[in-house]
């Protein structure tokens, strides 16, 4: 007879099917179970964590889980917030990218997920935008690594000039499909500022890290580069 946990079961409920993960509590026993939930206020040591038990939503208390079972709590509360992301949701299905000579539609071998997202406000007309784009392509291609994306948001207004852009320029990261550039006001171009080239870093909850606009003065995208170099030696 399998041993379960101490549980509060609050709502009996269907959920859609997920990954199973084994929990356990500090005296060792297990069940096998979906994670739905962390339940946390504010900062504080999480309540419970929500599970699905065969179809069952059912409350584990955080005090009776082991340390590791915590820490795979943890693990997928942060999974599931960085999935709920429009901009991590966006990196796997409206960008385009360069492939050898072509631009091609980016469809990834398992879905982003960078810590640090830098959105580059880039032009193929603007002088000092093909000024400072040299630099960014070296920048990507000696730091490129899981923690960080480049995302180009281009204010051309012709497909073509855009692509011919970043060919080249041999741009190595992901640019917003043109189509979907002017759609994009609450998400990739909300942050823009008034001059280009500009450059943003966001986590990915869309909350800002540095800015090439700081109120109303321009900063120029490299300051927000070597923010991004900081950003990313930090976590080394």
């Known amino acids: 007879m399998k041993t379960y946990l101490p549980l509060i079961i609050l709502i009996l409920m269907p959920f859609l099917k997920a990954s199973e993960h084994t929990w356990l509590d500090t005296k060792g026993r297990s069940i096998t179970a979906s994670f739905i939930k962390l339940n946390q206020e504010d900062t504080q040591q999480p309540l419970s964590v929500t599970v699905d038990v065969k179809s069952q939503k059912v409350d584990i208390k955080w005090e009776l889980l082991s340390l590791a079972s915590q820490e795979q709590a943890l693990k997928l509360d942060k999974e599931l917030t960085l999935s709920k992301s429009p901009f991590i949701q966006e990196l796997s299905k409206n960008m385009v990218k360069l492939d050898g000579k072509s631009i091609k539609s980016y469809k990834p071998e398992k879905a982003p997920n960078p810590k640090y997202i830098a959105i580059y406000y880039s032009a193929s007309w603007c002088p000092p935008c093909k000024v400072f784009t040299p630099k960014l392509v070296e920048f990507y291609n000696k730091n490129k690594s899981d923690k960080f994306e480049i995302v180009l948001v281009s204010s051309d207004k012709e497909k073509k000039a855009m692509e011919d852009y970043i060919k080249d320029d041999k741009m190595p990261w992901l640019a917003l499909k043109h189509s ?52 990313i030696s930090q976590d080394s």
Do not use: C, E
């Not at 979907?180 to 909350?207: C, E, H, L, Y």
């Open 180 to 231: 979907k550039i002017d759609s994009s006001t609450d998400t990739w171009k909300s942050f823009a500022g008034r001059s280009i080239p500009g450059m943003v870093i966001i986590d990915p909850q869309g909350n800002v890290l540095s800015h090439s606009h700081v109120d109303d003065k321009y900063l120029g995208p490299t300051k927000v580069m070597n923010d991004l170099q900081k950003l």
